[in-house]
């Protein structure tokens, strides 16, 4: 189908705007407008029950965490360990905030959003182990937090979706860290991908393949390091005994296509997966419920995918 009309409406404002593409910015203006941007899109923050910032040891020093509790529920609750989009390169857990806020709510979760570093600053795979240390530093202190450390979820957009998936493979390496499931919103699952999809993004007011190639930049010291699973999860020797996935793409994504055959070799090798491609919508769609009724319904998919994982 054609772009839906909000985003036509959201495109047009753009080219109306002359909005410039992030990857025309020095990285600190990069960070800036994506962040304004998101939370211009985002919607009205929900409020819940509590939210609680503190800092983390991670691997390369301290890292912020954001624990969310939802309106409802009591006890040792489930909890969503969330990291946010960006590239690799942008963001932070404030990037992140609405997307929490509903699940939790919706999901009767806690989340926590986890901070890593952030390219070209740190390379791969900090960021990675940075996310794994928060996935771990989660289970090691669910008492504290009030979570029960037996329904443990990953999950994550774009590149928070990459790195969602490349924890799962350190977990699963790990042995002892069984987790309920990985939500994958529009992931990055290979640097070498050349996809119909990809080659099709050329949209210059939508996020497209120069913007993929310009984080990729960014992330990697090497091309060779985008072979590693860490950094492409798809190159994978194997993806049986990987938690359930649920899968969100978009029709209009340079993504859409590496995402959806991470989710079909997700089902061929035995692993639970549910993939919903939303049409008429472009990367970025998850985190504009504000502007995209799309996005709610999203929103809505994922945490009922949680529910279900944590009451299985």
């Given at each position: 189908m054609p772009l839906h009309p909000q985003v036509q409406a959201m495109r047009a404002r753009r080219e109306a705007s002359?909005?410039?593409?992030?990857?025309?910015?020095?990285?600190?203006?990069?960070?800036?407008?994506?962040?304004?941007?998101?939370?211009?899109?985002?919607?009205?923050?929900?409020?819940?029950?509590?939210v609680v910032d503190r800092e983390i040891d991670g691997p390369g020093g301290p890292l912020p965490i954001r624990i969310y509790r939802p309106v409802l529920g009591g006890g040792e609750l489930p909890v969503l360990v969330y990291f946010f989009g960006g590239g690799w390169t942008l963001g932070t857990i404030d990037t992140s905030d609405a997307v929490c806020r509903s699940l939790a709510n919706a999901a009767g979760c806690l989340v926590v959003?986890?901070?890593?570093?952030?390219?070209?600053?740190?390379?791969?795979?900090?960021?990675?182990?940075?996310?794994?240390?928060?996935?771990?530093?989660?289970?090691?202190n669910a008492?504290?937090?009030?979570?029960?450390?037996?329904?443990?979820?990953?999950?994550?957009?774009?590149?928070?979706?990459?790195?969602?998936?490349?924890?799962?493979?350190?977990?699963?390496?790990?042995?002892?860290?069984?987790?309920?499931?990985?939500?994958?919103?529009?992931?990055?699952?290979?640097?070498r991908s050349h996809t119909a999809s990809l080659r099709e993004g050329t949209d210059p007011y939508l996020f497209n393949a120069t913007s993929v190639a310009?984080?990729?930049?960014?992330?990697?010291?090497?091309?060779?390091?985008?072979?590693?699973?860490?950094?492409?999860?798809?190159?994978?020797?194997?993806?049986?005994?990987?938690?359930?996935?649920?899968?969100?793409?978009a029709e209009y994504d340079p993504?859409?296509?590496?995402?959806?055959?991470?989710?079909?070799?997700?089902?061929?090798?035995?692993v639970p997966v549910t993939l919903t491609r939303y049409d008429g919508m472009v990367h970025g769609f998850f985190c504009m419920s504000g502007d995209l009724d799309a996005g709610r319904r999203a929103l809505a998919q994922a945490a009922a995918q949680l529910r279900t994982w944590f009451t299985g």
């Open positions: 002359a909005t410039p593409q992030l990857y025309t910015l020095s990285v600190d203006e990069a960070r800036a407008a994506d962040l304004a941007s998101i939370q211009a899109s985002g919607g009205d923050p929900e409020p819940v029950a509590e959003a986890a901070g890593y570093r952030l390219a070209p600053e740190h390379k791969f795979p900090a960021a990675v182990h940075d996310c794994h240390a928060a996935v771990r530093w989660v289970a090691a008492a504290e937090i009030g979570a029960d450390p037996a329904r443990i979820a990953v999950g994550g957009d774009s590149a928070g979706g990459n790195l969602a998936a490349a924890v799962t493979l350190l977990a699963r390496a790990d042995g002892d860290l069984p987790l309920a499931g990985q939500l994958l919103v529009y992931p990055n699952t290979d640097h310009w984080y990729w930049a960014n992330y990697l010291a090497t091309p060779e390091d985008g072979l590693n699973p860490l950094a492409s999860p798809l190159r994978a020797d194997s993806l049986a005994g990987l938690p359930p996935a649920l899968v969100v793409t993504l859409r296509d590496q995402a959806e055959e991470y989710a079909r070799r997700l089902g061929r090798e035995g």
